[in-house]
Each structure stands twice: as C-alpha cells, then as structure tokens.
C-alpha cells in the first residue's frame, strides 16, 4: 500500500503564495503520475494539477494556469504544488494523488491512491 501524507496548507490573503508538497511511503512503485486535487465545500472533487514521472511533461486546469506549479522530485518520493497569487475561489481541501493514468490526467478515477487532503484557505 502506498501512503500519500500532505502538508503545507493553512491560511493565506488573496494575492499571495502557498507552497503545498506531498511525501510517498509505503510500498515501492514505479513511474506514477502524481497529482493534485481539490474539493471545496458543496462541489465534487476538481482536477488542478498533474505530472508525469519524468517530470517532462505537466498538466494544468485552466483555473490555475499560470498561477500554480506543480514539480517533483523522485528522490525524495516528494511532489510541490506552487500556489502564486491565489484567489479567495481556491479555498478548498487539496488533495495528493497518485496513479498509473491510462485515458486522462484530468480524471480522478484514474489515481488509485489519496492522500487524507489539507485545508487551504484565501482570505479576501
């Protein structure tokens, strides 16, 4: 079994930047696709950000395209996700995810493993 632990979440004015990672443990497995999710109160579960093992190839949902990064480093079994000048409107729970993507990045269904999710929340 593959544990996804998070952290880095807390509160932040609207503008300004947050940096979430993510720490792998568990049982060893090769070339996942990690990703970030979202879920704020009274919606389903979004798609945010995605990246492939190499590293070479990233996936963005257009409401963060240009403000978030999402990085990795496979040494460290560790995946970032960069939050720049957030918005009150990204106030959720963000979840890590990791999986082998057959079809879509996009998808939750195709991540396999959850992390328990931390709090973000913007101030306006």
């Known amino acids: 079994q593959v544990q996804l632990l998070e952290s880095g979440g807390g509160l932040v004015q609207d503008g300004g930047s947050l940096r979430l990672s993510c720490a792998a443990s568990?049982?060893?497995?090769?070339?996942?696709?990690m990703g970030w999710f979202r879920q704020a109160p009274g919606k389903e579960r979004e798609f945010v950000a995605a990246?492939?093992?190499?590293?070479?190839?990233?996936y963005y949902a257009d409401s963060v395209k240009g403000r978030f990064t999402i990085s990795r480093d496979n040494s460290k079994n560790t995946v970032h996700l960069q939050m720049n000048t957030v918005k009150p409107e990204d106030t959720a729970v963000y979840y890590c995810?990791?999986?082998?993507?057959?079809?879509?990045?996009?998808?939750?269904?195709?991540?396999?493993?959850w992390g328990q999710g931390t709090q973000v929340t913007v101030s306006s």
């Open positions: 995810a990791a999986g082998y993507v057959a079809t879509s990045y996009y998808s939750r269904y195709e991540y396999n493993y």
């Open positions: 568990g049982r060893t497995f090769s070339s996942p696709t």
């Open positions: 990246i492939t093992w190499s590293g070479y190839n990233t």
